[in-house]
């Protein structure tokens, strides 16, 4: 899997919008990028993942650039209970794969 | 929305013990793993379970360890001789076979403290 790079931690507003970059300039043609995040030593949990499109759901948006080699986790309106590490993990999609943790970025939501 | 559950969610035991930690995947969920995290380190995967065998394992999942699918339900991590350094929170997933998403799920984990 290709690895991953995050900043170690990052505030933000409540009610901004947070930004998380990753930076993955090895990630090769059939490589997803994962994003899960993790709340006060609770198991991780999915959020998004995308190939090449940008991609929203009801928790976040990912925006993929154009060369693959970097992305953008957007929460478009941060709230406390976001605060936790969020996680950017380069895997193939195929059923089984286990996933490769990094450290993550710790985002601390403030009043 | 659908869960995995683990119990306990706390266990304490003595250096050299055996210790079963359980889990509950999610029913149609064919893919089982086991991950821990030592206090204030990463996530690391453990082991990947599929069609009652093991399908990968890492290198911290040694002779010590095992998993087993007793019932069709259960999905279970044995720890032979507990050593102080086992003391983590172990984190059970499950995931389906699919080719459009394969999100794991993952339970809330078991912390396990060696004493």
């Known amino acids: 899997d290709a690895k991953t790079t995050q900043p170690t931690s990052m505030d933000c507003a409540e009610g901004r919008a947070a930004n998380l970059p990753c930076n993955h300039s090895?990630?090769?043609?059939?490589?997803?990028v994962y994003w899960y995040r993790q709340i006060h030593s609770q198991g991780p949990q999915y959020i998004i993942h995308g190939l090449k499109n940008n991609e929203t759901n009801e928790m976040a948006s990912l925006i993929i650039t154009e060369d693959r080699k970097s992305s953008t986790l957007i929460l478009p309106h941060a709230t406390l209970r976001d605060t936790a590490v969020y996680y950017c993990i380069v895997r193939v999609l195929a059923a089984g794969n286990k996933l490769t943790f990094g450290g993550g970025t710790r985002v601390l939501v403030k009043p | 929305e659908p869960e995995v559950t683990q119990t306990p969610s706390h266990q304490v035991t003595q250096m050299g013990q055996e210790v079963i930690l359980r889990c509950v995947p999610i029913?149609?969920?064919?893919?089982f793993y086991w991950y821990r995290q030592i206090l204030g380190q990463k996530v690391e995967f453990l082991v990947s379970?599929?069609?009652?065998?093991?399908?990968?394992k890492s290198e911290i999942f040694d002779d010590q360890f095992s998993v087993e699918r007793p019932d069709g339900s259960n999905f279970t991590l044995k720890i032979r001789s507990t050593k102080l350094e086992d003391s983590a929170m172990y984190f059970c997933a499950s995931s389906l076979k699919s080719s459009i998403r394969v999100g794991y799920t993952f339970g809330s984990g078991t912390r396990l403290t060696v004493v």
């Open positions: 090895t990630i090769s043609g059939n490589e997803y």
């Open positions: 379970f599929y069609n009652n065998e093991i399908s990968e």
């Open positions: 029913s149609n969920h064919l893919y």
